[in-house]
């Protein structure tokens, strides 16, 4: 089993700056990808930040020039620096991983996080 905790959520006003982090714990495991999602009031969960093992990235467009998303591969933690925050940012953002286990068990497995509200106000 792998836990992500996610942290850095809150209130800011437009044009502020947030940082969250996401850490996944357990053991055994090795970390493919790292996402950052969102999910608004009465909207879909939408990709926003993706990065890959070897540090490839993408990001919804909506957001580029102004989300930067990385990754402290020995910490299994993974940050979405958010910029120029607009109102139409404020969500529930949700961080998720496919990984892999060394032994035991074969396959990809995702996991997500609980979710950490930001809210930019006007």
Same mark, same amino acid.
């Given at each position: @089993?792998v @836990?992500? $905790?996610?942290? !850095?959520?809150g209130? &800011?006003?437009?044009?502020?700056s947030?940082?969250? =982090?996401?850490?996944?714990?357990g053991?055994n495991?090795?970390i493919h990808?790292?996402?950052?999602?969102?999910?608004?009031?009465? /909207? @879909?969960?939408e990709l %926003?930040?993706a990065?890959a093992? !070897?540090g490839?990235?993408?990001?919804v467009?909506?957001? /580029? !020039?102004?989300?930067?998303?990385?990754?402290?591969n020995? /910490?299994n933690? &993974?940050? $979405? @620096?958010m910029n =120029?925050? /607009?109102?139409?940012?404020?969500? &529930?953002?949700?961080c998720?991983?496919? %990984?892999h286990?060394?032994?035991?068990?074969?396959?990809?497995?995702?996991?997500?996080?609980?979710?950490?509200? %930001?809210?930019?106000?006007?």
């Amino acid at each position: @089993q792998v @836990q992500l $905790l996610e942290s !850095g959520g809150g209130l &800011v006003q437009a044009g502020g700056s947030l940082r969250l =982090s996401c850490a996944a714990s357990g053991s055994n495991f090795v970390i493919h990808t790292m996402d950052w999602y969102r999910q608004a009031p009465g /909207k @879909q969960r939408e990709l %926003v930040a993706a990065i890959a093992s !070897g540090g490839s990235t993408n990001y919804v467009d909506s957001v /580029k !020039g102004r989300f930067t998303i990385s990754r402290d591969n020995a /910490k299994n933690t &993974v940050y $979405l @620096q958010m910029n =120029s925050l /607009k109102p139409e940012d404020t969500a &529930v953002y949700y961080c998720k991983t496919a %990984v892999h286990f060394i032994s035991g068990r074969i396959g990809t497995y995702e996991y997500w996080g609980q979710g950490t509200q %930001v809210t930019v106000s006007s």
